[in-house]
C-alpha cells in the first residue's frame, strides 16, 4: 500500500511525499529535496515550475493537499470495515488514549494516532500509513480548535465508540465561552450511529448533557452514583500519578466493555498502563533529585493536579518549575493567582519558581514576588543559565522537583538540565524533534 510523508526530514525512499501549506511553512518549497530523498509520488496543490519531476514519478494535483489525505483515509476505513474509537476532552485526551489502546492490545490489534497528532492530517497518516488489516481498531484522539473541529474529523474518521473525558476552560481565546467547549466536544458524540457506543465521565455535568445528543447507547462511567461503569470494576494496580488516574482508568475500561472485552482482560491491560512522556513521568535527576515531568501543556486544573502530585511526594525539598497557562481568555489572572495561591498555601514547597510573565503578574498581585521562597524568570532559558551556573537551585539527594507549563513556555528545557547524566532528554522528554529544537 502506499504511504505518505509531510515531512523531508524524515522522509524514507518509496514514500509519497504530500506538500502541505501550513502556517511556518509551505510544504511546496521542498518538492525538490523530497525527490532527492526518493519520493516515489508527489501529492501537490500545485506543480512548482522550477522543480523537475522525473516521468517515473507520479504526480497528483489536488484542491488541498490536507483533504485530499482524510478522504484517501475515509476510503481505507472503509474499505477495511475498521472500529474507530474517538476520544476528546479539555484534558486527558493523549493520556486516555494511550489507555484505551492498551487495554485494547489485550484482545485485539491497535493503532492510535501518536503524540497529539489528533488532526485531519495527523489521523490520515496514521490510517494511510499503518493500518493495514480488517481486524485492526483505530483509537483516534481528536482535538476541537474551534466550533466544527470534531464534526469535520467525524467525517473523514467516523467513531463506532466515542469518549469524552471532561469540559473545562481551556483554550477559552480560541473558544470564547465552556458552553462553546462543551458543544464542540458533544460533536464526536452527535457522530455516533444507532450501533455505536458513547463512554461519558458521568462526574462531569457538562459531558452528562451530552447522553441525549447521542444516538446510539451511552456507557456512563465515574464516581457518580448513577454511573454504570464505577471504581469498583478496577482491580488492578494502576502505576501512574495524579489524580486524573481513576478517571483515565474508568475510560478505557468503559471502551473494552463497548467492544466485548471481559473485566479480567481489561484489569490486566490497565496494570501495564506507562506513564506518557511530559504527563506526570517520573524520571532520574542530577545530584540524586526525582523528577516529575509534566512539561506537556497546562491547564489549571492540571496544574493544581500537578501540584498535588508534588505536595503528597515523599521528599526532603519539594521544588517547582511552573510556567504560564495560555489560551485561557478571561480566566487567565484568576487562574494564575488561583495557580501561585495553591503552590504558596497548599503544596508544601520548599521552593517555587515562576516563569512567564502571567505568572510573574500573579506573584505581584498577591504581594509575593518578594519572598524567598519564590523566583521569577520571564523564560525558561534565564532559568536555565541559573542553572547551569550554580545559582539559586542546586538539586540535591532527596529533592523531589516538578516541571509544568504550556507548550511554548519549553518547561522541558528545565528538565533536561535536570535530567540525570546518564539520560539522553531525547529518549524521555517532549519537543525534542529537531524542528521543536531550532525554536528559540
Not at 213 to 235: K, M
Not at 356 to 369: K, N, P
Not at 388 to 412: I, Q
Amino acid at each position: 500500500m502506499t504511504t505518505y510523508s509531510t515531512d523531508t526530514r524524515t522522509l524514507t525512499p518509496g514514500e509519497h511525499f504530500v506538500a502541505i501549506r501550513g502556517e511556518r511553512f509551505d510544504g511546496h518549497d521542498f518538492v525538490e529535496e523530497a525527490l532527492e530523498k526518493g519520493a516515489a509520488g508527489l501529492v501537490v496543490e500545485q506543480v512548482p515550475d522550477d522543480v523537475p519531476v522525473p516521468d517515473d514519478v507520479p504526480v497528483t494535483v489536488v484542491e488541498d493537499s490536507e483533504t485530499y489525505l482524510g478522504e484517501q483515509a475515509r476510503e481505507r476505513l472503509q474499505s477495511l470495515g475498521t472500529e474507530v474509537v474517538g476520544i476528546t476532552g479539555s484534558v486527558g485526551k493523549t493520556t486516555t488514549k494511550n489507555a484505551v489502546a492498551t487495554v485494547l492490545g489485550e484482545a485485539m490489534p491497535v493503532v492510535a494516532n501518536e503524540g497529539n497528532l489528533n488532526t485531519v492530517l495527523g489521523l490520515a497518516l496514521t490510517v494511510l500509513n499503518r493500518l493495514r488489516e480488517p481486524e485492526q481498531v483505530l483509537v483516534a484522539e481528536m482535538g476541537a480548535y474551534q466550533r466544527g473541529s470534531i464534526e469535520r474529523l467525524c467525517s473523514f474518521f467516523p467513531p463506532t465508540v466515542a469518549v469524552v473525558t471532561v469540559v473545562q476552560p481551556v483554550h477559552l481565546e480560541r473558544m470564547g465561552t465552556l458552553e462553546n467547549i462543551k458543544r464542540a466536544k458533544s460533536e464526536l458524540v452527535e457522530a455516533v450511529p444507532e450501533d455505536g457506543v458513547a463512554c461519558l465521565n458521568w462526574d462531569d455535568a457538562r459531558v452528562r448533557w451530552m447522553a441525549d445528543r447521542c444516538a446510539g447507547r451511552v456507557l456512563s462511567y465515574g464516581e457518580h452514583p448513577d454511573a454504570e461503569v464505577r471504581p469498583d470494576h478496577i482491580t488492578a494496580t494502576i502505576p501512574l500519578l495524579g489524580s486524573y488516574v481513576t478517571q483515565t482508568a474508568l475510560a478505557a475500561f468503559s471502551v473494552g466493555l463497548s467492544l466485548g472485552m471481559d473485566a479480567a482482560a481489561i484489569n490486566a491491560g490497565l496494570a501495564r498502563l506507562t506513564a506518557e512522556r511530559g504527563r506526570l513521568r517520573q524520571l532520574p535527576g542530577r545530584g540524586g533529585a526525582a523528577l516529575i515531568d509534566d512539561t506537556y501543556n497546562a491547564a489549571l486544573a492540571s496544574t493544581l493536579a500537578a501540584l498535588e502530585v508534588l505536595r503528597d511526594a515523599a521528599a526532603e525539598r519539594r521544588i517547582a518549575f511552573l510556567g504560564d497557562m495560555l489560551e485561557l481568555g478571561t480566566e487567565e489572572a484568576r487562574s494564575h493567582r488561583e495557580v501561585v495561591q495553591f503552590a504558596l498555601e497548599a503544596a508544601n514547597l520548599d521552593l517555587l519558581v515562576l516563569v512567564g510573565e502571567r505568572m510573574t503578574e500573579a506573584a505581584r498581585a498577591l504581594e509575593v514576588d518578594g519572598l524567598d521562597a519564590v523566583l521569577l524568570y520571564d523564560a525558561s532559558t534565564d532559568v536555565i543559565s541559573d542553572l547551569e551556573a550554580g545559582r539559586r537551585y542546586v538539586p540535591a539527594p532527596g529533592d523531589v522537583v516538578l516541571a509544568k507549563g504550556s507548550a511554548s513556555t519549553r518547561m522541558e528545557r528545565i528538565m533536561a538540565h535536570l535530567l540525570h547524566p546518564d539520560v539522553d532528554p531525547r529518549d524521555v522528554l517532549v519537543r525534542q524533534s529537531p524542528g521543536w529544537q531550532q525554536i528559540s
